[in-house]
């Protein structure tokens, strides 16, 4: 590993206008923007670029002021693609389209977050690749760019030079993926840190994860069983307790479940331990054994089997791969 010095910083184009959604442009923003602050130099020339310079009025009303626009803007190393209602609108999804395939020869990378991916798939540019976008947008996706396998499940795609994710926040998870190839993990991570970011998210996770998707299709019944599981997962969750919680008899409740969620209550209760685990074993200080009693594994050799049956990876070599660096890094470059 060496300190970075000398380089020039990269160049990071912000493709803004009217109707974009201020996370999508914002989120990736903070992360290239705080690996400038975490050390001696900057790495990263972040630029919010537009058709014109006049202000750009987001989808909820914020006020964007572009610093270049496309006529006059120099070469970017990297140019960031934000989702929004307004790359849907014709003129602008035009506009912008015709932009970025004048500039794809002569850039390192292109990113798209959320519908974005309506600005690099309207320029050809997807043509036969995998793309990202929001689960909710995909079937639309779809049916405008049938040449584009779009993906609604993962998070982010890397298929270089283009990179796509999904939705607001994943494109934070994208572009910690790009600072790790830029500068190494260490700094990706310590930017996680910075930013308060609870896990760094590989790309082919789940939009959706089984909490979230539980609680979302939880009824009346199962509402408040559905706020309660993830705290006590360390606890015997039998299928009497969970009845119980729900004023059920055992049978009706595990019928009732499995015909609501597609999974018998066991199953589900392992899968949310499972993603638990996940989480935890890139805490500092972990261990396998520490985290299968966490989550509520008798055995750590019964928590290894179920791990690696359902990820594809043996819970040690997914923490070594995964583990948050033990100190904060400065500018390293591998």
Same mark, same amino acid.
């Given at each position: ?16 206008? %009217?109707?974009?959604? =201020? ?7 903070? =992360? ?9 130099? !900057? ?5 919010? #670029?537009? !058709? ?8 909820? &009303? ?24 307004? @790359? ?15 500039? *794809? ?7 798209? #977050? ?13 043509? &036969? ?9 995909? !079937? ?12 609604? %499940? ?15 926040? !994943?494109?934070?998870? @994208?572009?910690?993926?790009? =600072? ?37 299709? *939880? ?5 408040? @069983?559905? *706020? ?10 039998? #299928? ?18 499995? *015909? ?23 805490? /500092? ?29 043996? /819970? ?12 904060? /890094? ?5």
């Amino acid at each position: 590993m060496q300190r970075e010095s000398s380089r020039p910083p990269k160049r990071i184009g912000f493709v803004a206008f %009217n109707g974009v959604t =201020v996370l999508d442009l914002v989120g990736p923003y903070e =992360v290239f923007g705080t690996a400038n602050a975490l050390g001696e130099n !900057a790495l990263y020339a972040p630029v919010i #670029v537009g !058709a014109t310079l006049e202000p750009i009025v987001s989808d909820t &009303g914020v006020v964007i002021q572009p610093a270049a626009d496309f006529a006059s803007a120099e070469a970017f190393d990297t140019i960031v693609t934000p989702g929004g209602p307004g @790359l849907r609108e014709p003129l602008t999804n035009a506009i912008v389209s015709n932009w970025l395939k004048a500039q *794809a020869p002569r850039t390192r990378r292109m990113v798209s #977050v959320c519908t974005g991916v309506y600005g690099l798939a309207a320029a050809g540019l997807l043509d &036969g690749r995998r793309a990202a976008t929001h689960w909710r947008w995909a !079937a639309d996706a779809r049916r405008c760019f049938p040449q584009v396998n779009v993906d609604a %499940n993962v998070l982010y795609l890397e298929d270089p030079p283009f990179f796509t994710s999904a939705g607001v926040t !994943a494109g934070i998870d @994208l572009s910690l993926s790009l =600072v790790e190839r830029d500068y190494g993990e260490g700094l990706a991570l310590a930017i996680a840190r910075e930013l308060v970011v609870y896990l760094k998210r590989p790309g082919g996770q789940s939009q959706y994860s089984e909490p979230l998707r539980f609680q979302a299709s *939880a009824i009346d019944r199962f509402s408040d @069983l559905a *706020a309660w599981l993830p705290e006590h997962l360390k606890d015997r969750l039998t #299928v009497e307790e969970m009845a119980a919680r729900v004023n059920m008899s055992p049978r009706h409740f595990s019928r009732t479940f499995t *015909a609501d969620f597609g999974v018998s209550p066991g199953s589900y209760v392992e899968m949310l331990r499972l993603e638990s685990a996940r989480e935890r074993l890139t805490a /500092p200080g972990q261990t396998v054994d520490s985290v299968a009693r966490s989550v509520g594994f008798g055995s750590a050799d019964v928590f290894r089997r179920a791990f690696e049956r359902r990820y594809g990876i043996s /819970p040690g070599l997914y923490r070594r791969h995964f583990a948050a660096a033990q100190s904060m /890094p400065g500018r390293l470059v591998s």
